[in-house]
């Protein structure tokens, strides 16, 4: 998505529940006058509605959507108080489940791909433009992904070739910059931050500052504190 006024950074719009008929504006709730805008927050809500289960005190921003290949709401969760600008998705293989605790910001262009579990702690902001991915979207083993990709394109009615998943737990408090990409089986402790641009493939530990391609630890946060 381009930076525009429909951007984070331009203070674009989030929904409350249409319900209610208001949106929220950098913090600032007003009437919903727009009929673009009245129309875009039926349709991103219908869509979570239909989906996951959603707090009604969440905010979904214009963007935001969500695919649930599983077709049970269960799967996705929006608990409390969340802001998502993303998509979410429920892969169709595997067993995927999205848990996003209360007080979650899900930013502008991120991609949450799930098949096995992918966990949010409460007060995590995720900025623009970050995928997580807790499987490997295609198998190894490149006759396997022969096979995947007719499976795909050739809509055969057999299950997709295996492909490895494992889950991905982000702590409370993380704060993951912009364009960073979290990769299967990783965990990441509580206050930590990942720099921007950052490919985590290992576990980082709490409260510290972690960074590169792939991701090591800098340094701990209380080492700049003193």
């Not at 919903?32 to 996951?52: H, M």
């Not at 799967?75 to 605790?101: A, P, S, T, W, Y």
């Not at 807790?134 to 055969?156: A, Y």
């Not at 979290?182 to 409260?207: E, H, Q, W, Y």
């Amino acid at each position: 998505m381009p930076i525009d006024r429909n951007h984070a950074f331009a203070n674009g719009e989030v929904f409350s529940k249409p319900f209610f008929w208001r949106t929220k504006l950098s913090g600032i709730s007003m009437t919903l006058r727009n009929p673009l805008s009245c129309l875009k927050a039926i349709q991103v809500w219908k869509q979570f509605d239909k989906n996951t289960i959603i707090s009604e005190s969440s905010l979904l921003g214009s963007k935001a959507w969500c695919i649930n290949s599983q077709l049970e709401p269960y799967r996705i969760q929006l608990q409390g108080r969340v802001v998502c600008k993303g998509l979410l998705r429920i892969e169709e293989f595997g067993n995927g489940k999205i848990i996003v605790h209360p007080e979650v910001y899900i930013g502008d262009d991120c991609l949450l791909s799930c098949a096995d579990m992918i966990e949010i702690g409460s007060y995590t902001l995720i900025a623009h433009g970050v995928q997580i991915f807790d499987n490997d979207s295609h198998p190894l083993d490149w006759s396997d992904r022969q096979k995947d990709w007719h499976t795909i394109m050739d809509g055969l009615a057999i299950p997709r070739e295996a492909i490895a998943t494992s889950p991905i737990h982000i702590g409370q408090h993380v704060w993951i910059g912009l364009n960073s990409i979290i990769l299967k089986g990783v965990r990441i402790g509580d206050n930590s931050i990942i720099a921007a641009g950052s490919v985590i493939t290992n576990d980082i530990p709490a409260g510290v500052i972690a960074g590169g391609n792939p991701a090591r630890v800098i340094r701990k946060i209380t080492e700049i504190e003193e």
